[in-house]
């Protein structure tokens, strides 16, 4: 009995300690999880406070001003952007969605393609980092194709807004899409939404972010009936092998290695 009464006794600390050990846990990982997420929303608040900053800096002016590099090259800049690109040399311009919060600088580094998917403006790092172009993509003479990446983040900010596009009416509300670079203004009609994936390599697939230039009318025809597949729907927009592009690309998580792009065509 005795001996029974012990053996309960040593059960009951042991399954307290237990208890107290899953306690604890979950305690650390409760604040833990907390000071992650406090950290993370704090970061993207203050990456949009500085986004907000860097967007009064655009100037009210038609003007065009030459401005000569470090290396002694001339750039003949849109004034409204000369002071962003005087702090900045990889600023290439600014993209926007009226009715949205998609409202950003745009980079270019050719030398190097994902220099700011972690960094800001500053050069400095940070998760969200800025949207920019694909470095095989040409911006002073444009490429056929401009490809623009841009993180989905958890908060409604970079170019999470795009999953929006799902919804037809949601195109039909936002068709156009603003993108100005350092050499003159631009605005977009949208063309397709589609729904992809990043292939792995050897992996078949259509892989629409290597469409950067076609080399004649068959290729681009091709391209285009490839992005008719993938649209989630028909925006009645008609394109041609004499348009000029953009394609704004993210993550999307409903399968391994998802992406979505909204691609558009220059109207003017």
């Known amino acids: 009995m005795e001996n029974g009464r012990r053996r309960k006794k040593k059960k009951k600390r042991i399954i307290n300690m237990i208890m107290n050990i899953v306690l604890v846990v979950s305690i650390i990982c409760f604040v833990g999880s907390g000071a992650y997420l406090f950290k993370y929303f704090y970061t993207t608040y203050k990456a949009e406070k500085n986004v907000d900053a860097l967007a009064e800096k655009i100037q009210v002016t038609a003007e065009t001003v030459i401005e000569t590099d470090a290396s002694g090259e001339t750039e003949v800049i849109e004034g409204r952007y000369l002071e962003l690109y005087r702090e900045n040399s ?3 311009g600014w993209i926007s969605i009226d009715g949205t919060s998609l409202n950003y600088p745009v980079m270019y580094t050719p030398e190097d393609n994902e220099y700011y998917l972690h960094r800001n403006f500053e050069k400095e790092y940070e998760y969200s980092g800025l949207p920019f172009i694909d470095a095989r993509c040409t911006v002073k003479e444009p490429s056929q194709n401009i490809i623009i990446y841009g993180h989905h983040m958890n908060t409604d900010t970079m ?3 795009l999953h929006e596009y799902k919804e037809k009416s949601f195109f039909e509300k936002h068709p156009l899409i603003q993108f100005d670079t350092i050499y003159g203004q631009g605005m977009y009609q949208i063309c397709f939404v589609i729904l992809s994936k990043a292939y792995a390599e050897g992996e078949e697939g259509f892989r629409y972010y290597d469409f950067i230039q076609c080399e004649n009318e068959e290729a681009f025809h091709q391209t ?8 989630v729907y028909d925006t009645g927009v ?3 092998m004499e348009d000029r592009l953009i394609t704004l690309s993210t993550c999307e998580y409903s399968q391994e290695n998802g992406r979505m792009a909204v691609i558009a065509k220059k109207i003017q």
């Open 90 to 92: 990889d600023f290439v």
């Open 159 to 161: 170019f999470t807004s």
């Open 238 to 240: 008609d394109v041609s």
């Open 224 to 231: 285009i009936s490839e992005l008719k597949k993938l649209s």
